[in-house]
């Protein structure tokens, strides 16, 4: 099946400083990614669609200001989580659809954490 | 922004018992439905999938039914194993690939 990765899998960062993390499709091209964000106990949130060679989408009431993505290639897209602050400690997760449009692949997760 | 109100319903399940998870959807224009697996600090994994031209699907000991009518969704996992253990999503989607995931439940299997 499809691979996606996420780097890192865990990031400790200060308040105030940026942090990046990354989602790669392994084995297959996305022209279409995902961001969600989950805190514990939680459902998963859909933050953005990333769009290859295009502006990201956005959900209501993300700041894209806040959350730049990036969708360098068909197979990277980059969150980066500007002037952290602690309320922004989540686990994100970005997904790719593969092979058939309504099949998503998701990534292991990025655990971070804003001291 | 995040979900607010209730904690994660839990189900406590006996080794061996069948399992029954449930989800309300919200928008009666999907037309996918997928569950999903999520252990802790991991992504979530597919189990198994349904279109709304179907009103059930079956895989390997798990089973899901569609209820259009009253948009309603549940997994039945037969003879729960303790590596079932896990919180369980289920998520809507239609054109456009965009998954809404509902609340989430999390299945406990004593052994």
């Known amino acids: 099946g499809a691979v996606v990765s996420q780097h890192p899998s865990r990031v400790i960062c200060k308040s105030g400083t940026s942090v990046k993390i990354e989602c790669r499709s392994l084995d297959f091209q996305a022209t279409t990614m995902f961001w969600y964000r989950q805190f514990p106990k939680k459902s998963l949130m859909l933050m953005a669609t990333?769009?290859?060679?295009?502006?990201?989408?956005?959900e209501q009431g993300v700041e894209k200001d806040k959350f730049l993505i990036n969708h360098a290639s068909l197979t990277l897209s980059t969150l980066t989580v500007t002037s952290a602050h602690p309320e922004d400690s989540s686990f994100y997760i970005c997904?790719?659809?593969?092979?058939?449009?309504?099949?998503?692949?998701f990534g292991p997760g990025t655990r971070l954490t804003v001291t | 922004g995040e979900s607010v109100g209730l904690h994660l319903p839990t189900l406590s399940v006996q080794e061996g018992d069948n399992s029954i998870i449930n989800c309300a959807y919200s928008n009666s224009a999907s037309d996918y439905f997928i569950w999903y697996k999520q252990e802790s600090g991991k992504g979530p994994q597919f189990i198994i999938d349904i279109r709304s031209n179907m009103d059930k699907r079956q895989g390997q000991r798990v089973t899901v039914l569609l209820n259009k009518t009253v948009k309603h969704l549940s997994l039945q996992i037969a003879a729960t194993q303790p590596g079932d253990s896990a919180v369980y999503f289920c998520a809507e989607s239609n054109q456009g690939g965009k998954l809404i995931f509902g609340q989430g439940t999390e299945l406990s299997v004593k052994p």
């Open positions: 997904s790719a659809p593969a092979f058939r449009d309504y099949e998503q692949y």
């Open positions: 990333s769009n290859e060679g295009s502006k990201a989408t956005y």
